[in-house]
């Protein structure tokens, strides 16, 4: 690592900050710097590596400890000049854990970049070992052990990380699911209970864990990262058309964008390309073909709560066909999918 520096400044944090300040810090500045999120760029792998050495010294109370006392972590690293805080620092010599390892052991193995870690840095494996569902909130990232880890093989000690992540392609492409929303979609959260102050805000889907049935969904005013149900989620969807409005014909064939949804009156919140916004039920708009859906009030039981994509519209018969998983599709009526 180039230079030295203080890991409070480095984190962002104040000398009195809690375990939870710190942990806090590290997430954000973590995911923000993170290799797999700046494919390419040796700066931020640098001050991914900076981030990482900063919070196993400040997490760690015996290094903590010697840290304020000294300014530095005795044989792992000397007192910096440059650094903040009367010349403290930690540099080249600081000895830590994998920054790579540390990321995924705070992260309890949950992927907060979707399908990013499928195909990169030097031939990871799937992640394995992931825990069930929840409860009727959001599973927040938390902090903790490290379940197990399936093909996983990481680099060298952290002082041996130079010259970048082996085998990272940036992003993995990975076929498009017909039902599931895909990667940076933009969603609306809707109906959690435990954490109703993130209800109504909107954000990007980063990625689907699949044993949990949640989606990593980033939000776009703090960059913080939920797994969410898509019982809570309403996809902002372009190019919806209304129909079936009796009381005012002139509105049927109108073009608009699905901006929300109401859950108690069961209805869309609708903005209009030209007009004003609107709530309206299902039945009373077509969603555009490619949008994802979820199926609801059918007869045939088995089917609702089943996850699939619009393939097309029907005007005839009134019906979406829907793909489902398995290559498998239904035809269904507007009242019987949600986006």
Do not use: C
């Not at 840290?67 to 620092?89: K, L, N, S, V, Y």
């Not at 949990?212 to 989620?233: A, F, I, P």
């Amino acid at each position: 690592m180039s230079g030295q520096k203080d890991p409070y400044a480095t984190l962002g944090v104040s000398r009195n900050a809690t375990k939870k300040d710190i942990k806090k810090a590290y997430r954000k500045l973590a995911v923000r710097y993170h290799p797999d999120k700046n494919p390419g760029n040796a700066a931020a792998e640098e001050k991914f590596k900076e981030v990482s050495a900063a919070y196993e010294i400040l997490s760690d109370p015996q290094k903590k400890q010697q840290f304020d006392q000294f300014g530095f972590i005795p044989g792992e690293g000397q007192p910096g000049a440059d650094a903040a805080g009367g010349g403290r620092g930690f540099g080249a010599g600081f000895q830590g854990t994998d920054p790579l390892k540390l990321f995924e052991m705070l992260f309890q193995g949950n992927d907060p970049f979707g399908g990013l870690f499928g195909g990169g840095m030097g031939g990871m494996g799937g992640m394995g070992g992931m825990g069930g569902m929840g409860g009727p909130g959001p599973t927040m990232f938390s902090f903790g052990g490290m379940p197990g880890m399936d093909g996983m093989r990481m680099g060298g000690p952290f002082g041996q990380m130079g010259g970048g992540f082996a085998g990272m392609p940036g992003d993995s492409k990975r076929a498009e699911r017909s039902d599931v929303i895909p990667r940076g979609a933009q969603v609306v959260i809707f109906g959690l209970r435990n954490a109703t102050e993130h209800n109504g805000k909107s954000g990007r889907v980063r990625g689907f864990n699949e044993s949990k049935e949640r989606y990593t969904v980033e939000l776009g005013d703090s960059g913080e990262q939920l797994s969410l149900r898509q019982g809570n989620l309403t996809q902002l969807v372009d190019g919806v058309e209304l129909t079936g409005i009796a009381a005012k014909p002139s509105f049927n064939g109108k073009r608009g964008q699905v901006v929300g949804w109401d859950a108690e009156r069961d209805r869309y919140v609708i903005r209009l390309s030209d007009g004003p916004s609107l709530s309206l039920k299902p039945e009373k708009l077509i969603l555009p073909g490619g949008t994802r859906i979820v199926l609801r009030g059918l007869n045939s039981q088995q089917h609702n709560g089943l996850r699939g994509k619009i393939a097309s519209f029907d005007t005839a018969s009134g019906r979406y066909l829907v793909q489902l998983g398995a290559g498998k599709s239904i035809r269904v009526k507007l009242s019987n999918v949600k986006a």
